[in-house]
């Protein structure tokens, strides 16, 4: 669901800064974006840092198979553990106990405290991993100091994205009631990236939002408002003699940022009231001949019921607003 | 230019009205789109009606050849006038009296009163070309109701558009300034393009706006605004024990709507202090130890250099709105 060939993404990212400010920065975006979006928290968003990988490979002297053992391992929510295993073992030829270091290591569970002091444990004296859990810790204590839920965040060592594409933080967020739509904002720290294509290096670091992906979420959560109309206010066409009259008046009407719609074809008073009814337009304008050469301003509350008569056509445009910031009081 | 194999539109449509008024409606949408994008009235909306172009094929009695004739007088800006006729008389196999009175016709230039009274004469009796004289009649009469400037909409009676598309309206927006670009927002009357899809008869008129190439035209004419920034406030990191109190800080600035910065990389204060002023943010918040010791806020105004040094940690975002309103009513 929400997988196409075509698909948007919105994109964020900090360029220029190596400092862990900016993956900060980013993993507040995340979570301020999706909070926003969704409305609610039910969300995790899962962090990890490529430089632990790297240090566990470092430590088992696995450098030259990071790749190919990330590849294995990122799988892991969707393939067996006994899959996981026998893949080490006979494509990436590791030994039963290489096998093991890497198991336990991403099997580490719990709460973020835990798993971090686990990581302290198991990397004492490891220099990449330690700058990797580092930035895992700044990044919880800077995410807390803003009153971020902690539950929204959660280290998952198994995450590692993209592969040679990622060099420090990785982040994937995945709806807790919809695990199986896969992540729907998913980034990291990039800082070869661009060395692909400039001599230049710029450290980077951003996440994009799969639009689709979450669309379909959204919509599979009900979460997804379906309006049926912005209009405000609609002018009735009582009278097609005074269609400029009503044009008129809508013009005034949105110059003052009331959205307006002016009933666009000829029927009778009642199926337009009706189809304002219909579309939960609270405010019609019913101006006749009568109304124009009293220079009036008839308005009817639709939800009310109650009629506004005698509205001068020369502040009707003030008395409108109004009517409709008293409704929002309500 | 702006013209790609895949390109964004943007349109807006009324589905189901018979009604000029829905044509009178699409036609204003065009003029206010326009004019909020541009910023001024470079415009011009070119109208036309093909029930006029049919009242013509009627009265030469070239129903058949509709189609073929209008693809080739659609043309007229792109070709010679010469070529044009030398195509009509060749492969359309139209006589010179023909070609004659479908070349005058297209031909008719002048302000849209000396066009309408034109056609009229033309047309007296022509039922199928009165109805799209009066359409064209009650849309430029209820623009100019709504104080849209007549100057922006000039009938055209060259363009076709779409050929078998289109029913009645047709619209083509052209930039005064960038005729080369062709149209931004085109559309018209489809009354029969729903047919094709389903077996309800559903009459449409709407239009859409070609983003790639209103974006290209923008740029050419140098109104696309570039911003550096939107942010009003950057935080400088002055100090990484401190790092977690920028964030908060920065969280409770966002939380009042003031689009704040953090400085995410590790330089010297006076590169932050460039870096703010190079990017156009006014206020700079300058905190240390020192002033989190005393509970307060620094704050530089970037303009006017004027620091406040003595504002309260408790209700600097208050303060902070304060000073960046009073610099907005300046």
């Known amino acids: 669901k929400g997988r196409y060939r075509e698909f948007y993404q919105c994109d964020f990212d900090i360029l220029g800064s190596n400092s862990v400010t900016a993956d900060i920065e980013i993993a507040t975006i995340i979570y301020k974006t999706v909070n926003a979006l969704l409305g609610n928290d039910n969300f995790t968003i899962r962090l990890n840092n490529r430089a632990i990988l790297n240090g566990l490979m470092t430590k088992l002297n696995l450098q030259d198979k990071t790749a190919h053992i990330l590849r294995v391992i990122d799988k892991i929510y969707k393939e067996t553990e006994e899959k996981i295993r026998l893949e080490l073992s006979e494509k990436v030829q590791l030994s039963d106990e290489q096998i093991e270091e890497v198991m336990s290591f991403v099997k580490i569970k719990g709460t973020n405290q835990f798993i971090i002091e686990s990581l302290e444990k ?30 929204c965040y959660q280290i998952d060592l198994s995450i590692a994205r993209g592969l040679d594409y990622y060099t420090g933080s990785v982040f994937e967020t995945m709806l807790d009631q919809l695990p199986g739509i896969g992540s729907i904002c998913s980034g990291g720290r990039y800082d070869n990236l661009a060395e692909l294509y400039t001599s230049n290096k710029i450290p980077g670091v951003g996440a994009s939002v799969g639009l689709d992906r979450l669309i379909a979420g959204l919509e599979e959560l009900d979460l997804l408002k379906k309006e049926l109309t912005t209009a405000q206010v609609m002018i009735l066409t009582m009278d097609k003699n005074y269609r400029n009259e009503y044009f008129a008046m809508a013009s005034s009407l949105r110059a003052a940022g009331i959205n307006t719609e002016v009933y666009s074809d000829d029927k009778k008073l009642d199926k337009q009231m009706k189809y304002a009814d219909r579309k939960g337009i609270n405010l019609v304008i019913i101006n006749g001949s009568q109304e124009f ?13 109650e009629s506004f008569d005698t509205i001068s056509k020369d502040d009707f445009v003030e008395k409108i607003s109004s009517i409709l910031h008293s409704k929002d009081k309500e």
């Open 122 to 151: 198991m990397f004492e004296g490891n220099e990449i991993a330690i700058n990797g859990i580092n930035t895992l810790k700044d990044i919880l204590s800077a995410v807390s100091a803003q009153n971020i839920p902690e539950k």
């Open 293 to 305: 050469e009293q220079n009036k301003v008839k308005v009817k509350n639709m939800l009310t019921g």
